[in-house]
């Protein structure tokens, strides 16, 4: 699995400022735009509810009002004398029977004409004269309504409301809302049903108002539909169901979208009545309520949006004004080892980046007093040229520096940059050490461990190394400082090339001559003419310094044996040097550590 990509380390740091804050206010913005229109719909529907309720409320009433006066009328017709008079004609009597069924068929004639709300009436008996079932009024056999699909609900009930269907009339197929009323003789005998069809135009008028597209619906106290519009949603919906919590007068709820149907998000409101327990409802798709909502939502977003843009834009002006300064001072240090002349700094900073301009002109200059040292000075003594080498650095600075940055990848929570740097500080103390050629072997020990420490964080558990003394006052000897740490970094990185393990000892004894120090590692080894290869212009420096070195300080027989490890792969470097229990050099061993 590839490593993630740390951003910080890849990409421009005005670019990531940038990006980030607009990732971040796009994001708020979304925040904002959906709290506000989640909000903003949930007002808009209690206020939608409150007024639809009000609404349904006094539709209910006057639709009542309307169904009472039908029912009231029934009772009347079915009470009628001329009615009674002819179900009582015995059915033998035809000719008395036809003549007052067309007197009685005026008669509910007049009546129908002197109510606008009416459209025909039929009327179910046994043996009536033949009557044209598309008049106003109508006699049918009793018999006949027995095929009816609405017998089973007239049979239950001395009369009830058939909701809405359509009949056949001398105008066409007409829709009207049936109500059913069970005749009885003044003996409580059975005598037939009487239907009353009011036109469905006018009670659709009253229930719909000026709001015709408005989807409403009439339920009787046991839930079946009377009357409303678009029948499919009042299925899809499955009204009836949803509104037996419907205990209260009025009230609303939000039906969500169905995920196992394709139904949408409504608003749905009722009112109930107090007496006969009819329910008016309203139902409203939630995208015309939230229509306003969502208008609002899309005017923030898009002031927002364009409030992104001008902060994102100067956003973009200042962290380039930030990384200005850096950019300069990376193309400064780009040029210098180029051209070995300073570039130009700007000298109106008084910030951070002053104290970063200025430390680096004091570096730059104090290099190019050392090229210049180097340049009009050949030494030709191996001693004078180490200390020369050595004089390049400003001990302090690199020092201070180093201290520096290690507080601060401290304080960004680098641990290991931190335990790197660290590391490095003092490898600097002891390879500086005041420019100091000998050292005790217990600081030398200690700055070759820095380094297989500072290994050991890249290679992990494959780097192993152990450094054992057989007398620990041996540390107190002096040997040349930098003297074992080349034969470590030629082990880690010659003889351990390319691979993920790897095994390094250090081991220090002494006999009558004085010290002799192994290094051993189970790398690649020796290649066979490895003494015999011409030496390269770069690279062995180390190794080949260290050398010179002890013979220039000691002579014939200390010196330095490089050889294959006996019975296995690796390489042994065996140091002989003198015992040294004083410092011929004087000064002091340590660096100023800014820690003190």
Not at 224 to 234: A, E, K, V, W
Not at 278 to 293: D, F, K, N, R
Not at 382 to 402: C, D, G, S, V
Not at 482 to 495: D, K
Request: glycine share 6%; with cysteine.
């Amino acid at each position: 699995m590839p490593a993630l990509i740390n951003p910080i380390k890849k990409y421009r740091i005005d670019y990531i400022l940038s990006g980030s804050l607009t990732v971040f206010f796009i994001l708020l913005l979304a925040i904002v735009c959906w709290v506000s229109y989640t909000v903003s719909s949930k007002e808009l529907a209690e206020n939608t509810s409150l007024y639809q309720q009000e609404l349904m409320s006094e539709l209910n009433k006057q639709m009542m009002l309307q169904m009472r006066t039908v029912e009231q009328l029934s009772l009347v017709i079915s009470r009628n004398t001329e009615l009674q008079h002819y179900l009582l004609v015995p059915e033998s009597d035809f000719y008395t029977k036809q003549k007052e069924q067309t007197e009685l068929q005026k008669v509910m004639n007049e009546l129908i004409n002197s109510t606008p709300s009416l459209q025909s009436m039929t009327i179910y008996v046994n043996n009536p004269t033949f009557s044209d079932p598309k008049e106003y009024v109508s006699f049918v056999k009793h018999v006949d309504l027995l095929t009816e699909p609405w017998y089973l609900q007239v049979e239950k009930s001395d009369f009830t409301w058939l909701g809405e269907r359509s009949i056949e009339t001398t105008q066409g197929t007409q829709n009207v809302v049936t109500f059913a009323r069970k005749i009885y003789s003044s003996t409580l005998e059975y005598q037939g049903v009487l239907l009353l069809n009011v036109k469905a135009k006018v009670l659709y008028t009253m229930m719909l108002g000026e709001k015709q597209t408005a989807h409403r619906y009439l339920l009787d106290s046991g839930g079946r539909l009377i009357m409303g519009t678009h029948n499919s949603l009042y299925t899809e919906l499955k009204l009836p169901e949803m509104l037996n919590v419907a205990q209260s007068g009025t009230g609303y709820m939000h039906k969500k979208r169905s995920e196992s149907a394709a139904v949408e998000d409504y608003l749905i409101v009722w009112a109930k009545s107090f007496n006969e327990g009819w329910i008016m409802t309203e139902v409203t798709p939630w995208q015309v309520i939230a229509a306003g909502s969502l208008k609002l939502a899309m005017t923030i977003f898009w002031i927002g949006l364009a409030s992104v843009l001008v902060a994102v834009l100067f956003t973009l002006y200042l962290s380039r004004s930030f990384t200005k300064p850096i950019r300069q001072l990376l193309q400064a240090m780009g040029k210098f080892p180029i051209e070995l002349k300073q570039v130009n700094l700007p000298n109106d900073y008084n910030n951070e980046f002053g104290s970063m301009f200025n430390g680096y002109r004091r570096l730059m200059e104090r290099i190019e007093d050392l090229y210049r040292s180097l340049n009009h000075e050949h030494q030709r003594q191996r001693k004078a040229e180490i200390r020369a080498l050595q004089a390049m650095i400003n001990p302090h600075f690199l020092y201070n520096t180093l201290d520096q940055l290690n507080w601060m990848a401290i304080d960004a929570g680098h641990e290991r940059m931190s335990e790197v740097l660290e590391l490095m500080g003092r490898m600097f103390r002891i390879g500086l050490s005041n420019g100091e050629s000998l050292i005790t072997l217990e600081q030398e020990l200690e700055h070759t461990e820095c380094y297989l420490q500072i290994q050991q964080l890249r290679w992990g558990d494959g780097l192993l190394y152990s450094i054992t003394t057989v007398d620990e006052t041996l540390k107190t000897l002096y040997i040349p400082k930098l003297t074992l740490q080349p034969f470590v970094e030629n082990a880690v990185v010659h003889g351990f090339h390319r691979r993920e393990y790897g095994c390094i000892r250090i081991s220090i004894e002494q006999d009558a001559l004085g010290l002799y120090i192994r290094i051993i590692d189970d790398g690649v080894g020796l290649k066979p003419d490895w003494n015999r290869q011409p030496r390269r212009s770069t690279g062995g420096y180390g190794i080949r310094n260290v050398r010179e070195r002890i013979e220039a300080y000691f002579g014939s027989p200390f010196g330095i044996t490089i050889e294959p490890v006996s019975g296995g792969s690796g390489t042994q470097v065996t140091l002989r040097i003198p015992r040294l229990e004083h410092d011929d050099n004087g000064g002091n061993d340590h660096v100023e550590d800014s820690h003190h």
